[in-house]
């Protein structure tokens, strides 16, 4: 791997804040230019893209940095917290179903896209879906299943189940990040233009509009000037709750391998053993707990403002990490990613289309899947800030049904493969 122009995380991150700048300063700016500009981009897409660019030129480095690692390590499960402490559960109860069923058919749509793609390819060019032994690509592919249907936990998970060779699984990776980060900007587009989507869905959003204006009406009703008192103390709230997730990851996983030992449990076919998905699991918890307390106060000093910067530098983060021209090195591999998603992508439309759901459940639906806690909250806020909290529950339900999913995924590519 070439070394990028810029190692030191120091300057990386400086750079990283002044695009994040740049670009709320520019889609809030009255100057007709942006204005027109951020009409037909939405300004989280540019703080997504930006980043990447800056990869692919070389100049920053998503695989040197250790940025991305210490966002969604430290940063996104405090954001999720800051996120959740104000929500109004039972409220989010009342979007109704439609929520569920996209997101289950974005599960399904990823179990069954995968086979179908391989066995598309393994028609018109065999030798891209072929291979033997640990070097098989439908054992690759199965990490990608993980990956899409929970997160970074069940891909790795599919990777021990499979035994899928160091070569193929690298290959793997680059695919998985091409293929859903250019599925995740349509996404945070189409967020920009919800309501042409919706009034071609012919959806109904009033479910959505109201526990929006409920989330507004309340923040409004308790909101007051900030001193330094009430920033440290949302800041020790969401951090605090972080260590205590750090705290008992470290204390359940090691305790979950030992007694997996003990009844002879192939631990490596669960999502149990892995860190990050406690951490991520307990601090939702967390939030949701603290939001029948008075911690739920702490909206009105700013507490998902504080959620939202902390979100967006994993958004760039998550960017820097896209290299575009990693494409290039492997073509083959790319179409069969690019051909999953786009079934994975039909199937939502097409029932999106058939029960009439927004645009809203149909994009944090395929999210909490293909990315899991660390961009479902981000495509939730691109239509609100204020319903994030309704993409961090449905990607913890992603990170409980991904090992499961991606069995089942992998067995089909397998029975398919040439």
């Known amino acids: 791997m070439q070394e990028p122009l810029i190692t030191n995380d120091a300057v990386v991150l400086g750079i990283l804040m002044a695009i994040l700048a740049f670009v709320f300063k520019t889609s809030s700016s009255e100057n007709p230019f942006f204005k027109k500009f951020y009409t037909y981009v939405p300004s989280v897409l540019m703080c997504y893209f930006l980043p990447s660019v800056l990869n692919s030129l070389g100049i920053v480095s998503g695989e040197v940095s250790k940025l991305y690692r210490i966002s969604a390590d430290y940063l996104l499960p405090t954001s999720l917290v800051l996120f959740t402490l104000s929500i109004d559960l039972k409220r989010i109860i009342k979007l109704g179903p439609k929520a569920l069923i996209m997101f289950f058919t974005g599960t399904v749509g990823i179990m069954l896209g995968g086979p179908l793609a391989v066995l598309f390819f393994s028609w018109i060019a065999p030798d891209v879906v072929g291979g033997v032994g640990h070097d098989a690509v439908w054992r690759g592919l199965a990490t990608i299943a993980g990956s899409w249907i929970g997160g970074g936990a069940n891909q790795t998970a599919m990777k021990e189940v499979y035994q899928v060779s160091d070569a193929v699984f690298s290959s793997m990776v680059t695919v998985d990040v091409i293929v859903a980060n250019i599925w995740m900007g349509f996404l945070l587009y189409a967020a920009g233009r919800n309501h042409v989507f919706d009034k071609w869905l012919k959806a109904d959003t009033s479910a959505i509009d109201d526990v929006q204006k409920s989330i507004e009406d309340y923040r409004s009703g308790i909101m007051k000037l900030p001193n330094l008192s009430d920033t440290m103390t949302v800041l020790a709230v969401g951090f605090s709750a972080t260590a205590i997730a750090h705290f008992s990851a470290d204390t359940i996983v090691p305790a979950l391998k030992s007694f997996a030992a003990s009844i002879n449990w192939d631990v490596h076919t669960s999502t149990l053993i892995s860190k990050f998905f406690w951490i991520v699991v307990i601090a939702t918890t967390l939030g949701l707990g603290f939001s029948f307390t008075k911690a739920r106060q702490l ?76 961009s479902a909250p981000i495509v939730a806020s691109a239509f609100n800030p204020s319903l994030a909290p309704v993409g961090v529950l449905l990607a913890v339900l992603g990170y409980a049904l991904g090992t499961y999913g991606a069995l089942i995924c992998a067995q089909l590519m397998s029975a398919v493969a040439p």
């Open 299 to 374: 909206e009105g000093v700013g507490a998902s403002r504080f959620g939202s910067l902390l979100l967006y530098i994993l958004v760039a983060s998550i960017g820097m990490k896209m290299d575009v021209t990693a494409i290039f090195d492997n073509p083959g591999l790319f179409l069969v990613g690019l051909t999953w998603m786009i079934f994975h992508a039909a199937l939502m439309i097409i029932v999106a289309k058939l029960i009439k759901a927004p645009l809203f459940f149909m994009a944090v639906g395929s999210q909490a899947n293909v990315g899991g806690a660390a």
